[in-house]
């Protein structure tokens, strides 16, 4: 019933259809860097596409320099800790839920992008959670890159703070927002400085890294390190052994990978090879220049879809291009884009400034949230919001059959180009104004020059997204009229239209954007035109009138009924009202009722979802209709009275719900 699949719904459809395969399977991310060996100017380069749930908004933000008197404590929405005496300014992009960053950048020119990977010790501790036997929840990946940023003068320092901290507090919870511990990843980092990078990964409480010193290196969401282990946690080796993970005749030949990497389902699998197919892409693009990394082509590797699946996704949530100094005076520079780079603009901010745009940091409708990942408010679409106004660029811009790439890039090319042309010189009067011992002076100069480049980006975002909402065909072809109208969710009361727009059928979701489909294929299901990994069909009865429309994503099947629309029983419904009632699950804390839906059995659970149940089997089991490899039973006194509930993951019991009503 706590299952991960079905709670990446549980806010709402909207969840369901913008999620695609990343509350599912694991959202993706890719971080790369080119040491200054490599680079056309001899500086640092890292960057990172962070990928998550499209609603998942991501702003910018910026943190002071500060001291903070003994005893304080800093709050990261699952945990708390002590807080430290003095932390770094830091700029970086924030889930707007989350304390943590998913990249940053350091006032000292630390840059710091992580990855979500699934190891041994994670399955062990979702497995170890479910019976209730869990470990506590640590800090998410992105508060540690926050944290690492904010106590690591260099990489290194950085290295030493994120593994004690990982050593400390574990990181076990959801990294996804209204989701618990099944949200949960561990964490791959690239940590950079002017001078060298770090690749750092953690199992559980462990951890291991290498030092990287010329050429490129690029991570995804898998494990990469091998034997070549610069710096690891004291009880790394001796626990995998302890565990079972390595054989303990070749302690001295430790592979960090092939003993901590999760490989046994075949979705871990799956996953793993997705991730080492973009980790090899950007790997490929690094090495193609060489000695001549710049920002252009740091941008280019950002935007690239010439592997399946891309770097650049519709997922993606932010991206950023963080140029590191060459010295002690030089300051860094960092390039970010809201939202799908293809489709995004990069514009340069300064971690040395002293404020950003209010538009920058803004969330939409939920606001700012430091919360539990389960307790978070969904957000939604603001035009005051500089990062949903460009998500909302993207979503209308992808979710249609006609590619508008091109048009975005027409307007956004020039203007990156604009900037990056008046970096050097604001730069160069920023410095001299330090020197001069006039700080404030600079940082305001570098805050009006952020500031005059999201005005431009804000304004033509808003022209395009005009111009891409004026191409709604109002005539319904004869081929799509008997699909036109509205469904209502049987797992709530959202309600899904089905139009016509540009002369394609499309969906209509709720609070978020209207997506074409495709043609159906040879089953009759239509892909999303946002993403192969959705789709839509409908069941017809037996006059030939669509009745349902359902959502199939990966194995799971969402059903929405017609506005209007009865189904016809398929139990017999008197026989089966002596399993309505109210069951109570101490072991989540909650009260589920048995009710009737749509003529059938279905499942409330308060705050989540309702759960559809299929006919029961000869023994009794009722099915999920939703796909999810759970279902239920009931349990009768000698009387024959129903008495309680169990509730099946996979065959096995998760949960026995005494009745705590009369029948």
Known sequence: MNNRRGRSIL?????????LAAAIRGEPCDTWVALPDSTAGGHTIMAKNSDRTLHDCQPLFFHAAKKWPAGTKVELGRITIPQAAETFATLGSSPYWCWGYEEGINEHGVAIGNEGIWTKALIEALAASRRGEGPRRGPTGMDLVRLGLERGRTASDAVDVIGALTEKYGQFGSGLPGIDFEGAYENSYIIAD?????????????????????????????????????????????????????????????????????VERPDLLARNSRAMIRAARSQSLLEQKAGAVDREWMMRIARDRG????????????????????????????????AVPSRSCYVPFFVHGSRLPAIVSAAGTAGRQIVPPREAAIDQFSDRSYWWVLRDLCNKSSAGVQDRTAEIR???DPLEKEFAAQVPTVLRKAEALRKAGNPQGAARLLDEFSAACVD??????????????????????????????KYRATINSDTVTVLVRNGNLAVDIPRQM???????DSAGRRN???????????????KGDVVVMYFHQNDLDFELVREGIELPAEIDLDGARKYLGHYRSEKYDATVRIFFQNNRLALDWPGRMIFELRPPTEDGVWPFRLGNKSAIRFREDEKGRIVKLIHLRDGAVDDELPRVDSE
């Open 11 to 19: 806010k709402g459809l909207v969840v369901l259809l913008v999620a």
């Open 194 to 262: 002017r001078r060298e990078a770090w690749i750092l990964e953690t199992a559980g409480r462990r951890w291991a890294a290498r030092r990287v010193t010329r050429g490129v290196a690029s991570i995804s969401n898998v494990t990469s390190l091998g034997t070549d282990l610069d710096r690891l946690a004291p009880d790394l080796v001796d626990h995998a052994l302890d565990r079972g993970w390595w054989p303990r005749d070749k302690k001295d030949a430790f592979d960090f990978s092939a003993a901590c990497r999760a």
């Open 307 to 338: 592997s399946s699946p891309s770097i650049d996704l519709d997922v993606t949530a932010s991206s950023c291009v963080a140029i590191l100094p060459h010295g002690e005076t030089s300051l860094p520079l960092f390039w970010w884009c809201p």
């Open 410 to 412: 027409a307007v956004f």
């Open 456 to 485: 431009k980006v804000f304004a033509e975002a808003n022209a395009l997204r005009v111009r891409f909402e004026e191409t709604v065909d109002q005539e319904i072809p004869d081929k799509h009229r008997p699909y036109v109208g």
């Open 514 to 520: 209207v997506c074409e489909l495709k043609e159906p």
């Open 528 to 542: 999303l035109v946002l993403t192969d990994q959705i789709a839509v069909s409908f069941e017809k009865n037996a």
